[in-house]
């Protein structure tokens, strides 16, 4: 072995190291918020929306079926439009699969919430060593980046999708970089994008065309061709995949809640430039508004403890700067987007970027403190670092004066820190740079977890919702178990949430995926909009008390009962809306009187959803076959009304062969125009996503483009094995266990 090879083999093992220390102190620390609050990472979405989702998921793929469109779950079933139910994504089959086989959804969740942060804490590791931070720095950034506020107070404990958006993306950017800037495999690249793109989440495709759009712009401003074709190439197989599964929600939008194109400002879940001045204070709240009125009990813009510390960091050199120009410009993009308005046509709530503003800031940090420390550490810069915690803590203080007693502890640690680095980088007698490097790098990831402590007895868990709901998939298995045909909820569903007896009766949400009894009230994110108006149901399935009497009213156009169209054998009527028994209709009578439910089946048990519901006078059909996408029928007869009301919500997709597409009944119920049809013609109503042709052609060209791109970047490879000499930028993207040198400064 050469003494160059073993110097390599050396450095690698010392990473080695240091990412295996950073991954596992990251799931130490998020592990340590259990043993305070057991449910942190099952709370408000993870438990209503997401695991219900991946149990019926799960279920689906291991009974070997593919979830396209389930008419029994009215709004919330149409699942390409959906996005994040991951229909594509190979780790939400996973997840989804072991969620079906697991009986403790609290258990089962919080262990996949745990591997996404330290997968996080990975990629933001590796990312930093392409913009050649060393080691240990890239080992502090991949701590930092999953203690960041919003990431551990919103999306590990509730929304899992952006958590696994910011969790993937420093992947998806370090093999851009290393396939781009490197001329290395693109394979690492287009493996961690699908999984992005594929999540369905919105967010961090933003970002994704953010480093995409800059990574070209800088390429053609250098004039480098082969850059801007890798670039181009990784464009486009990201923006074909993004049709392949946005397109559906984009065409469907148009008849759900989220047709909206405005722009408005209501303060909600958006920052300002004084909230921003806490973001090295992992205890101050700010004043970002929500649900639960102008301040939010979290930390939502906390980024680092150690960002008063960027005064030792300071000046940069000049090649350092060019180096970092994709972080400073996704930063500025990211605070911009923070503070802006607080809705964009459908996209809401701007505070949602602010992992990716922790990644950006983490990841500078660690480069400049790799080329900057302890050559730059000077008594002056000591100096200004004290000055810029103590403008921060002031302002901090000044928007959240009741949190005086948390700052002040969190300030002590900060100064006592930089007091510590400055020991160590001004002492006569300190070790050698290197050790000096790990030693402080070490002391920043401790004070790292030591600043969790003060966080939890703060904030011991999400401000978003806690509903309570059991942790035993046997126990909700069997509510409803032996109710008849479909059910629907009606009333509040929110009134006793907490209450664990409750659960005994109903559940919420996309829990009712577990029950037996096909249930509609489940979890979307795309209410379809008449028909959560007749219903007066929002997004989590519950409803007005006026929605029982809109059931059991005979709808005007076709004489039955609106219970009737939808095919409900089933009520549960939730005791919070209706504390008096509400009298039932003919056919129908009260089975069960609960403690916390009315339940009522009818007499005798309909059809369910998705067949035919109603024909018009003279009009008759014989029924030959009905699935979730398709309904078949023959034409017996074709009458002055010549109307078909097919059970299903009228969705762009449906194709209908041998009549017509007819306007829906009540706004929301698929009708076929049969006025031109014989007796004993078929007629055939199937649905796929919309623009499916689109979305086949998308993935083809995807497939192609992406195949491409390995061939022709094996191809250069044989041709220039070795980066050009002297571009240390490619070297150091490709290898990125490399010891990364220190610039000189003058």
Not at 31 to 58: I, K, M, N
Not at 690 to 715: D, E, K, N, S, T
Request: include cysteine; charge should be neutral; charged fraction near 15%.
């Amino acid at each position: 072995m050469t003494q160059q090879t073993s110097v390599t083999a050396r450095r690698r093992g010392v990473a080695a190291v240091w990412v295996a220390v950073t991954v596992t102190l990251t799931g130490v620390f998020a592990v340590s918020r259990v043993f305070v609050t057991p449910r942190f990472y099952f709370a408000d979405d993870s438990e209503v929306g997401a695991f219900g989702q991946w149990w019926q998921l799960g279920d689906r793929l291991l009974s070997g079926s593919f979830p396209v469109l389930d008419p029994h779950a009215w709004q919330a079933g149409n699942y390409f439009a959906e996005g994040q139910w991951g229909l594509l994504n190979p780790l939400t089959w996973l997840i989804a699969i072991t969620a079906r086989w697991a009986e403790n959804p609290v258990v089962h969740t919080t262990i996949v919430k745990i591997a996404f942060l330290m997968l996080m804490a990975g990629g933001v590791y590796l990312l930093s060593r392409s913009f050649t931070a060393s080691a240990p720095w890239a080992a502090v950034a991949g701590v930092l980046v999953p203690l960041g506020g919003f990431t551990v107070y919103m999306d590990a404990p509730s929304w899992a999708t952006g958590l696994f958006n910011a969790a993937v993306l420093p992947w998806v950017w370090w093999g851009l970089r290393r396939s781009v800037e490197a001329l290395r495999s693109p394979i690492p690249y287009l493996l961690a994008s699908f999984a992005l793109v594929t999540f369905g989440y919105v967010f961090g495709v933003l970002i994704l065309v953010i480093i995409l759009v800059e990574s070209l712009v800088r390429a053609i401003i250098g004039r480098d061709r082969g850059r801007i074709v890798r670039t181009l190439l990784a464009s486009a197989w990201g923006a074909l995949l993004t049709i392949v599964v946005y397109l559906p929600g984009v065409l469907t939008a148009p008849v759900t809640a989220r047709a909206g194109l405005g722009i408005s400002n209501a303060r909600f879940l958006n920052a300002d430039l004084s909230d921003l001045m806490s973001a090295a204070a992992p205890t101050a709240t700010a004043s970002v508004g929500a649900w639960w009125g102008p301040e939010t009990a979290a930390p939502l813009v906390y980024v680092a403890w150690l960002l008063p510390l960027l005064p030792l960091l300071l000046p940069m050199p000049r090649s350092v700067v060019r180096r970092c120009i994709p972080l400073f410009v996704l930063l500025a993009l990211m605070i911009v987007l923070v503070i802006g308005p607080s809705q964009v046509g459908p996209l809401r709530w701007p505070v949602r970027f602010m992992p990716y503003v922790c990644l950006a800031a983490c990841v500078l940090v660690a480069v400049m403190a790799t080329h900057a420390f302890p050559a730059l550490v000077t008594g002056r810069r000591v100096g200004w670092s004290f000055a810029l915690l103590l403008v921060t803590t002031g302002i901090t203080f000044a928007n959240t004066p009741p949190q005086w007693r948390s700052l002040a502890v969190v300030l002590v640690v900060q100064a006592l820190a930089i007091v510590g680095i400055a020991f160590v980088a001004l002492s006569p007698r300190a070790p050698g740079d290197a050790r000096r490097t790990g030693l402080t790098a070490a002391a920043a990831v401790a004070v790292s977890g030591l600043l969790v402590v003060p966080q939890m007895l703060v904030f011991p868990y999400t401000p978003l919702p806690k509903f309570g709901v059991p942790d035993s998939v046997e126990r909700m298995e069997a509510v409803l178990a032996e109710a008849s045909g479909d059910a629907i909820v009606v009333g509040d569903i929110y009134a006793y949430g907490g209450v664990d007896a409750s659960f005994d009766e109903r559940l919420m949400g996309n829990l009712w995926y577990l029950s037996p009894t096909p249930v509609s009230s489940l979890y979307t994110v795309l209410p379809y909009s008449t028909f959560s108006r007749d219903l007066c149901m929002d997004l989590r399935g519950s409803t007005c008390a006026d929605s029982l009497a809109t059931l059991w009213s005979t709808d005007d156009t076709t004489g039955l009962p609106v219970a009737d169209l939808m095919g409900v054998s089933t009520i549960l009527a939730m005791k919070a809306t209706f504390p008096e028994q509400p009298m039932p209709p003919e056919g129908w009578r009260l089975v069960a009187d609960g403690d916390y439910t009315w339940l009522f089946e009818r007499a005798q048990e309909v059809a369910g959803a998705g067949g035919v519901a109603w024909t018009g006078s003279g009009t008759e059909v014989t029924v030959l076959d009905t699935s979730g996408t398709t309904v078949t029928f023959r034409v017996d007869s074709v009458g002055n009304d010549s109307r078909v009301v097919l059970g299903r919500l009228d969705y762009p997709g449906y194709a209908i062969s041998g009549a017509d597409h007819a306007s829906p009944t009540r706004g929301w119920l698929l009708t076929v125009d049969t006025s031109e049809a014989q007796p004993g013609d078929i007629v055939t109503v199937a649905f796929r996503p919309p623009g499916f042709p689109v979305m086949v052609a998308a993935l083809a060209l995807g497939a192609a483009a992406a195949i491409g791109w390995v061939i022709l970047q094996r191809r250069a490879r044989r041709r220039s094995p070795v980066p050009a000499e002297g571009d240390e930028e490619q070297f150091i993207a490709a290898t990125p266990a490399r010891e990364a040198e220190p610039d000189t400064h003058g």
